[in-house]
């Protein structure tokens, strides 16, 4: 079957008295053992989950599907699948909290790091040891937008013996096959498009099949328990059943507000992978089949300006997260604290659903503020 239909069907296993088309949301804690095959406890597993991850790993194309309770939990659990003394190279532009998670806690508990342009896979062959483990990257990144090419790590990995992880999240499984390219591990804050709505964070990863770490991921998820609750299981797979939809909106809004935004004479740099002047629009539009919903841009004026902008806007709201229906605007620097790589004068912009007209009207009155 197609993503779109997969999107709409996988994981739609559920059975009861009633004939219910959706699922319903199973509540329990815990569960008879009657049954020796059955569930036990909702820690370990719950019908609600079961369909999640079933759903997510059949839209990334085979492999096994886990849920957690955050994007951050999801990636914590990938390091955590390493030993200490372990080596990994991890892209520069990162989601910042997976840079800070593995300067602080990861660093001090043992794990060896070296930050590296994972767009340039020459610096990252340089940067191999016998040690390396992992190489983690992100693609489109947050918030540059940069673009790795996951095929070319792919050999690099294979070459070496070592894992290739991406953090998919601004591409989701509908634009970007990550396993397909040559990742063996997959992860999604699926607080972002999956759910679309901004009413829930949750996490997940996909591990190609008879992946290594498969079973001591399934013990960090079932043990140590960052798991997503039933509720917040049932309301994901409701958002990924419109994913396919909502992504084809999000990526033609996006394209309009790139248009307008390349030719405006406050803006000196929009950030998209779509723009043909993106030294990574080659490989985007090999490896992806849209651009996605998230661009950044640098407006004259610096970070003043850029504030300034950033909460000028009327219907894109200014808020942090990406991937709902709605219109998001950030001036990111500040969020990410004094260590950050991020240009002070950046704002990211997740473009919603809103029509074109509404959404372009609002940034050319807020531009005209600054
Ligand atoms: C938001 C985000 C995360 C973190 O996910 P949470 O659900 O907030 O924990 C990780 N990676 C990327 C690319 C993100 O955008």
Redesign the pocket.
């Known amino acids: 079957m197609k993503k779109e239909t997969l999107a709409v069907m996988a994981g739609k296993t559920h059975q009861d008295a009633s004939g219910a088309v959706m699922p319903p949301i199973y509540l329990s804690s815990t569960y008879r053992r009657d049954n020796d095959e059955g569930l036990v406890y909702s820690r370990l597993d719950n019908p609600n989950r079961q369909a999640l991850e079933t759903c997510v790993a059949a839209l990334e194309g085979g492999g096994t599907g886990m849920a957690f309770a955050?994007?951050?939990?999801a990636?914590v659990a990938v390091f955590q699948c390493l030993k200490p003394g372990d080596h990994v190279i991890v892209a520069d532009d990162?989601?910042f909290?997976?840079r800070e998670y593995l300067q602080t806690v990861m660093q001090r508990w043992g794990l060896n790091l070296d930050i590296v342009d994972t767009t340039q896979p020459e610096q990252v062959k340089q940067a191999i040891k016998s040690e390396t483990r992992l190489i983690w990257t992100?693609t489109p990144s947050?918030p540059m937008l940069k673009i790795t090419d996951l095929a070319a790590l792919a050999t690099l990995a294979r070459d070496h013996k070592i894992h290739l992880g991406v953090?998919a999240?601004?591409a989701t499984p509908m634009l970007q096959q990550s396993l397909q390219l040559g990742a063996d591990i997959v992860?999604h804050?699926?607080?972002?498009y999956l759910g679309g709505h901004s009413d829930l964070?949750?996490?997940m990863v996909v591990l190609a099949e008879a992946h290594p770490f498969t079973e001591s991921l399934r013990q960090i998820q079932t043990i140590g328990g960052a798991v997503p609750s039933a509720f917040d299981c049932w309301l994901l797979l409701r958002g990924i059943r419109t994913l396919s939809h909502r992504m084809r909106g999000h990526c033609d809004n996006a394209r309009s507000v790139v248009d307008y935004l390349a030719g405006h004479p406050k803006v000196h740099a929009v950030h998209f992978p779509g723009l043909s002047s993106h030294p990574g629009h080659e490989i985007a539009a090999r490896q992806m089949s849209d651009f996605g919903g998230m661009l950044s841009i640098q407006v004259r004026g610096g970070k003043e300006a850029a504030a300034k902008v950033a909460s000028s806007t009327q219907l894109f709201q200014q808020a942090t997260?990406?991937g709902g229906v709605e219109s998001l605007i950030e001036h990111r620097a500040p969020v990410e604290g004094p260590d950050t790589p991020t240009p002070d004068d950046l704002i990211r912009i997740s473009v919603g659903l809103e029509h074109i007209d509404d959404l372009l009207a609002d940034l050319e009155q807020a531009l005209s503020q600054s």
């Open positions: 955050s994007g951050m939990a990636v990162t989601y909290g997976v992100e947050n953090d999240t601004w992860v804050s699926t607080t972002k964070t949750g996490g997260s990406l």
